[in-house]
Structures are given as C-alpha cells and as structure tokens.
C-alpha cells in the first residue's frame, strides 16, 4: 500500500528532526567563545545546560498533548483516549534515569564524534533485552539473542573504529574518545533502566505517549534546573573544560551565549528538534508502524554521520562502516524486521509465521500481567 501525504511528511519530519537533534548538540559544543569576568575564549562545554534545554523541548509535548485533546473533543466522534487518572509521581523514577543517561550522553558528545554518538547508542538493545528477562519475565525469541550477539559485535567494531582514529584526529585526543565512547554505553545501560520502569510501572496505566514524555520533561526540567545551582559550586579539577573546573557553570554558559548568539540557535535546535521528534515518532506509529519508525530511527544514524562528513566534524573509516551495518543487521533481528523477509521465502516462511506467533504470544501474556511492550527509544 502506497503511503498518503501525510504518512510520508511525518517520515520525513521524524528523520529530520531526529538528525538536526544530535547535530545540533555537536554544533553547540564545536563553538568557543569568551566567558564571565574576562575569561579567555574556550570551548562551549555545557552538557548539563544542554540537558535542560532537552528536557524543555520534551517538557512542551505535554502542552501539545492537551492541544491535540482540545481539538479532538470538538470533533464530533472523539477518538483520543486521554488515559486512566494516575499518579504523576509514577514518571519521576525514569525521569531521574532519563536525566542522568542524557547528562551523561551529553558529557560524552563532547569527547567523540557525532556518528558514534549514535551508533553506539544501539546498546540500549542489549541492555533492554536482559533486565526485560531479568525483572520483566520476558521470553526473548532466538531472533532477538542473536540480533543482541550481533549488537554486541557492531559495537566492538565501531569503538575499534574510534581507536583506529583516535591516533590521528585533531579535533579528539585518543583517551577523550575511548571514555566518550564508554561514557554512552554506560548511559544505554540507565536508559534501559528507564524503559523497564516506564514497562512495569507507567504504560501500564494507559498513559497517551506525548502525555508521557511531557510528564517525564516536566520532571527532569525542573530537577535538573535546580541541580544547577549547586553544580555551579563543585569543584571537578581537570574533568571539567569550563574556566572554574566546576561540574557545570551556568553562568558561563549564559555569557558565552551573549558573545556567540549562534550557540543559541544550537541549543534552540536542540529543544524543538526533540519536541517535533517525540511527536512525529508516536504519530508514525500510529498511523504507519512501529517497525517503519525502528527503520527511521537507524536512516538518520547515517543521516548523522554523512552530515558530520560533509561539515568536517570527522573523517571517514571503513570499519566505522562495517560497524554501522552490523549494528543495523542487529538491531532488524532484535525488532523483528526480518520476518517479512522470511515471509517472502517458500521454505522459510513457516518458521517466520512460528516467531511470529510465538512473539504475539509473548505481547498477550505480557498484557495480561498489567505489562506492555518496551516503548521506542527516543
């Protein structure tokens, strides 16, 4: 069936925001710029100001859920269910995980690349999948233990890549690199702390998703906002690129703004790409499917990394290559997208009809114990 118009503008919207979102993190943290009181230019290096600015941009889904229910309830059949009452507190939990893998994925974008970045953020997978058996009780299929293994080889490969050029690039020192990269796979394993939550205690409530990440933003806005205060007073040393070697000085921040009002516009891009993203993610899920928006998700990982190319924020590697393919071909077996493939092959079609029902199974007994299936990582 040949996608409408507005299926395909939603696919287009949810691939360019996507990328613009951690494209323009990186542009923020290529600009340097003069600080408070006279400091020497340096490097924008904010992450945790950066964090907020996210969390803005996720805090305001909440306002165009209540936009869309308002103009669904003068309709004269409403369709849009605004959930079961709950209680809010239930999101503070992964929300306080959602800040600290994104303050901490933001601190690792300053010492790696953009492609990596992304890529190595397909470790959600492996860890999503074992805590889902451990607290979850989930069954995996054999499909997704392979597409786990061979995650795990996408990700060996793709941090081998960031060795290889971390002895020739100017812009990283090779130690930057490899604790960049180990930085955001440490992130993945909170993240997929966050999913299990938001799995056993909030989906369950029927939570409409743009209620959902609004209510997570407004969370994670506020607490991080605070945090900045006494941030703004810990000494870290040399862990720290800011002029006071404090864990984050906003008032630098806002100084280096004034003197480049482009790092504005950075983070600016920042908070509406993550608001438009979230949005246009749950719609091509509900009007097209959750396997087009995983197939989405991986086009801009290579949107990403062929921008970086062209703007000279990286150099080309074979095995960066190799690694993205295999992270591909890993992330397709753990979401299941080969069984229409199987599907379309006479000898192997019965055993993509047994996954199929076999993981259609899994779904009803998941439902049946107040659970649903891991929400896609945004």
């Not at 040949?2 to 951690?22: E, H, P, R």
């Not at 451990?134 to 081998?160: D, E, K, M, Y």
């Not at 983070?267 to 608001?275: E, H, P, Q, R």
Request: proline share 4%; with cysteine.
């Amino acid at each position: 069936m040949a996608w409408t118009k507005y299926q395909l503008f939603l696919a287009g919207l949810m691939l360019i925001t996507g990328s613009i979102n951690t494209l323009s993190a990186k542009w923020a943290d290529t600009f340097r710029a003069p600080g408070c009181h006279g400091s020497p230019e340096h490097a924008f290096s904010h992450p945790f100001v950066q964090a907020v600015g996210m969390f803005l941009g996720e805090f305001s889904c909440l306002a165009v859920f209540y936009i869309l229910l308002c103009h669904d309830r003068r309709r004269p059949q409403p369709t849009m269910n605004p959930s079961q009452s709950f209680n809010p507190l239930l999101f503070f939990p992964p929300a306080m995980c959602d800040m600290l893998a994104t303050s901490t994925m933001y601190v690792a974008l300053n010492m790696t690349s953009a492609s990596s970045f992304q890529m190595l953020r397909g470790a959600v997978i492996i860890f999503t999948g074992l805590l889902s058996v451990a607290f979850l009780g989930r069954r995996l299929l054999v499909s997704q233990w392979i597409g786990i293994l061979v995650t795990i080889l996408g990700l060996v490969i793709v941090g081998l890549a960031d060795f290889v050029s971390g002895h020739h690039d100017d812009a990283h020192k090779l130690n930057d690199i490899i604790t960049g990269d180990l930085l955001i796979i440490m992130a993945q394993v909170i993240v997929a702390v966050q999913m299990v939550l938001e799995e056993k205690f909030v989906y369950k409530h029927d939570v409409h998703p743009l209620r959902a990440v609004g209510t997570e933003g407004f969370f994670g806005f506020f607490v991080l906002s605070l945090l900045l205060i006494p941030m703004y007073f810990i000494h870290v040393g040399q862990f720290s690129d800011n002029p006071r070697q404090v864990l984050e000085d906003a008032l630098d921040a806002f100084c280096q703004i004034g003197f480049r009002p482009l790092i504005l516009l950075a983070l600016l891009g920042n908070t509406v790409s993550i608001a438009f993203f979230n949005f246009a993610g749950i719609s091509v899920t509900k009007e097209i499917s959750a396997t087009t928006r995983m197939v989405l998700d991986s086009l801009r990982t290579l949107v990403i990394w062929a921008v970086s190319l062209a703007l000279g924020w990286e150099q080309f590697h074979g095995l960066q290559v190799l690694g993205f393919l295999i992270l591909l071909v890993g992330t397709a077996l753990y979401n299941g997208l080969h069984r229409p493939v199987l599907a379309r092959i006479p000898c192997c079609a019965g055993l993509a009809a047994m996954e199929e029902e076999s993981s259609a199974g899994e779904r009803e007994r998941l439902m049946g114990d107040g659970g649903v299936q891991t929400p896609d990582q945004s």
